[in-house]
């Protein structure tokens, strides 16, 4: 983190003798979209997970978010061998451009923060500056991330949408409850969902957190109610019957007992009034076990006629697949799940984590590599030229440990059909964990931004490991994606530089994501350039897989400053063939 940085990774000579593929010159320095984070302490110098959406109406304006621990305690303060959330803090970040995602602003608001605990006395956290969504300590609640975000029309004094009334912003987030008292609490349950919106995205830009709205919590919420993984998406082509309606899945895991977290069924919201009020509908069963599994790691998209899609990773008959559902009248009823595709889910599992990993003992976590991500050509803003094509990509196992494919399909029938699934060719050595596409709202390019691996799965901490972000592009012709070019290619550090809060391994996060209008694309992608690797951590976290455990660290004395340090970086990429 620290100061933005540019990284000119576009110079073609160098980019082609380091990646062995053809880089154009044509896009932006790579910036840093976490524009306010320091290098340093772990954890105020800690994202992952970003989004990102464009203005359709006003497409120089851009947005995105990611779970930001700026406002974290240090590991400094009280106990040194702890880096914990701080409880209370929210960790829901977001950033501004207005130059076409050139260049970001992280503005600051006041709220419930650790930014100040750096010890060596135990935190109290206080009110004062935080780089978070505003207004979540005053309504009782906390900002927990997993950040969705969407542009969509503001709707008028009579509540008809129109983009002459100008662009609402919808930022979906998990939310807890601040306070640790039920009796004092906001909501029942463990995790529920909110949405943040605003009309005014330059004096939000501006440190002005009245331009936000107080969050809405639209999950319907039990006692032991974890919601999980939403996506937000508005309504944004004024061809469409259901013009302005917001839609938001997630995954509702509603019991804790034995970590299970079983049934967990696939829910979406609506909202025909921009985001004021919301109608939940559970989407299929929930019944989730060794057979059927219900999606997760949901996708929501619209096309130029209303219809909604919703996508997820599940199971049917003991099958991994992507699965798909899809309403006509404006999410009130749902029909599937169809099947898309198969998919074998990346990763071994880390016994320690007791979750998926790529990279090597005590990686980064990698449960929803698998999940899809999906866009579709739906003509924004205006809904005229739209295809309503569907691309969908995600990564993919088949091949074996260290040959994971970045796999691509789409559909040009409203998801009644899909082209067989093809691996995506990409460097040598090159192992996709998370990817999007973005396709132009005409439907004739495809952007697509991938974190990958380059080093083989690795027994030990010792041995370095590798991380790229990427973008490329292709040309959509009769449907079908061509003449792959790659616009950037940034390398992205070791991962061993990351960390969670934990500090038994690393952490990522779950997505990238990507945005694109007829004229240009916005990705943005994890980092660890600057996270610097740090032995005593890598000695301990191997400790943790040997019948004598040791002890964590003191992290800022027995690492270098910058460990933890990983960032968010985005890049904007005129369309090379206009």
Known sequence: MGKPRLIV????AFAAALCGAAVTASAAPVVQVSAGSPPSPFSQNKQNEPAVAIDANDPAVMVAGSNDEIDMESCAAGDPGTCPFTGGVGVSGVYFSFDSGQNWTQPTYAGWTARACLGPAACVPQVGPIGTLPHYYEAGLVSDGDP????????????????????RLYYANLTSNFAADRQLETFRGFEAIAVSTT???RAAAADNASAWTAPVIISKQSSTTFSDKEQIYADNAASSRFFGHVYTCWASFRSNSHGQALPVPLTVAR????????????????????????????????DSTGNVYVFGVGVRGGTSLQLMYKSTDGGAHWVGPAAVAPVIEPGVLDPVQGRPVMDGVAGARVDLAGGPNVDIANGRPTGVGATNEIFMTWSDGRAGLNHEQLMLTWSRNGGASWATPAPLALSTGDRPVYTAPAVSPDGTDLYLVHNSFTTPYRDNTTDPRGLVGEVRHANVTAGVPSGWTTLERVPGGDPRGSSANSLTSEFLGDYVYAAATNDRAVAVWNDSLNAGVCPAINAYRTSLYTATPGAPPNVLVACPSTFGNTDILGGSYPDPTP
Not at 9 to 12: E, H, L
Not at 148 to 167: E, I, K, L, M, Q
Not at 277 to 287: I, S
């Open 271 to 302: 909202s025909a009034d921009g985001g004021r009020t919301w109608v939940t509908k559970q989407v299929g069963p929930a019944t989730s076990n060794g057979i059927n599994q219900q999606p997760d790691g949901c996708v929501v998209r619209t």
């Open 199 to 201: 009309d005014d995205v």
């Open 9 to 12: 990774a576009s110079v073609a």
């Open 148 to 167: 969705a975000v969407a542009f969509g029309p503001r709707p008028g004094p009579d509540g008809t949408f129109s983009w002459a009334n100008g662009s």
